[in-house]
């Protein structure tokens, strides 16, 4: 979904690195675009190129020419395919200096590892470029770096091949050039303690009410469908749409004269989206993930739940217990996947087995009886399927899925049909089972 148009600083991400084109998956353009809209900046451009000097220094001279911010991600490794902190210097027309308070600190780091010697090529991390400031990294040994541009010409000589630095067209205020590591575990935290706090007082912005809302069960289209009305009505008003597997994630950035303004603005939006999602909607800021919810509701009925799972080879119990505390209601997981281990194990007569199958309506509900009396829990829930790529039939067909909740009230089975590959069966399959508890019995 377009960022609707509004006369906010622009920004360009470039992400660096040769194997993000060839199947890694890249998170840093959501991760990004959402902290700076939350600062009143939009990600209006991104981009994402290989390990080549020449092309990349073009490419940040470009962006710096539309751009009042320029974000590049990746390449400040110490190998030979790191070449971030070359081509933006070349882009700015500025040298690299050796700065012997970061090398001395990225020795530090390897003596703490308990390696004697830092290896000679991690040298070229504490190099920056002339007039930038480091942005420190407490995970890795690559640090960042904060290059402020004015429209005049750079206080510094030395200039690359590439002359003077670009200035945005049209921008009389400031430019900044922003150099930060690839991996998410070091890029996230100084993202958060550095990076935004700086641009926050670079650019400052009118203030901001944000609400985060998700949605489960329906696909992005009908999000879309659903809420377009209201927010072509909605001008200087940022949206954004991320969807996953069944869950969808719908961000919204307000801003106002006034905090009190923007925060009623905001909550009309808010309950009109409401209104038109209905049970679609799950949870807002942070009431997610999913799990987490359905795990809050069953602390505050004071409720216990035990799981069965075929198909799903225990990846509904994982999900559960990532969340912390999920002790105080999460009692006990099988994983049942012969049919043998599901008489066994929760008293499934062979019987129902034999006659109707292991994938069907009556056996999902004889599972999620057979864990709930296992378990002494207050609701069981039982999953059984052919998440394939094998294993179908016209009759039964690959993404056939059957789950069941089981309380004292009764015991309830819903079919699913699902497409996609084998994870993506077993990941839809796993949320609409937490849906199912978050809907029916809690």
Avoid at 149 to 160: D, W
Avoid at 362 to 380: L, Y
């Amino acid at each position: 979904m377009p960022i609707l148009e509004s006369s906010k600083p622009h920004a360009t991400l470039i992400c660096v690195g040769s194997e993000l084109l060839r199947g890694k998956i890249n998170t840093h353009a959501s991760t990004i675009a959402r902290r700076l809209a939350s600062i009143g900046l939009e990600l209006s451009a991104e981009h994402t190129i290989g390990d080549e000097e020449e092309a990349l220094a073009r490419l940040i001279g470009q962006a710096l020419e539309s751009s009042s911010l320029v974000i590049v991600t990746g390449g400040l490794g110490p190998t030979f395919d790191d070449l971030t902190r070359e081509a933006a210097a070349q882009a700015c027309g500025r040298r690299l200096i050796l700065s012997k308070t970061l090398l001395a600190g990225i020795q530090r780091k390897f003596r703490r590892a308990k390696y004697r010697h830092m290896p000679p090529a991690n040298q070229r991390q504490a190099y920056l470029i002339e007039g930038a400031r480091a942005i420190q990294n407490p995970v890795g040994t690559a640090p960042g770096q904060w290059l402020d541009i004015r429209s005049s010409s750079p206080a510094v000589s030395g200039r690359g091949s590439m002359g003077s630095p670009p200035v945005a067209a049209g921008n009389d205020e400031r430019q900044v050039l922003i150099l930060l590591p690839g991996p998410p575990s070091e890029l996230n935290p100084m993202l958060e303690a550095s990076v935004l706090p700086g641009l926050k007082k670079s650019f400052p912005a009118l203030p901001t009410a944000e609400a985060h809302l998700h949605f489960v069960g329906v696909p992005e289209s009908i999000v879309d469908d659903k809420i377009r009305p209201i927010i072509a009505k909605e001008k200087d008003v940022q949206f954004t749409i991320l969807a996953h597997l069944g869950l969808v994630d719908f961000d919204i950035f307000v801003t106002a004269p006034s905090r009190r303004k923007a925060d009623e603005r905001l909550a009309r939006i808010v309950r009109k989206i409401r209104k038109v999602m209905g049970g679609a909607f799950y949870g807002m800021n942070e009431d997610y993930p999913l799990e987490k919810v359905v795990g809050d509701q069953f602390r505050r009925r004071r409720a216990t739940l035990a799981v069965a799972e075929s198909c799903t080879g225990g990846m509904l119990a994982a999900k559960l217990t990532d969340i912390p505390g999920s002790s105080d209601f999460f009692l006990e997981s099988v994983v049942t996947y012969a049919n043998a281990a599901k008489e066994k194990e929760l008293d499934v007569p062979r019987g129902v087995i034999e006659a109707c199958g292991a994938v069907s309506n009556t056996t999902a509900e004889w599972m999620a009886k057979g864990i709930r009396k296992r378990a002494g829990s207050s609701v069981g829930l039982a999953i059984t399927g052919i998440a394939g790529p094998g294993g179908g039939s016209s009759k039964k067909p690959v993404g056939l899925i059957y789950i069941s909740v089981s309380a004292d009230r009764d015991t309830r089975c819903q079919e699913f049909r699902f497409t996609g590959s084998r994870d993506a069966i077993r990941q839809r399959a796993v949320i609409s089972a937490l849906d199912l508890l978050r809907q029916i019995y809690l």
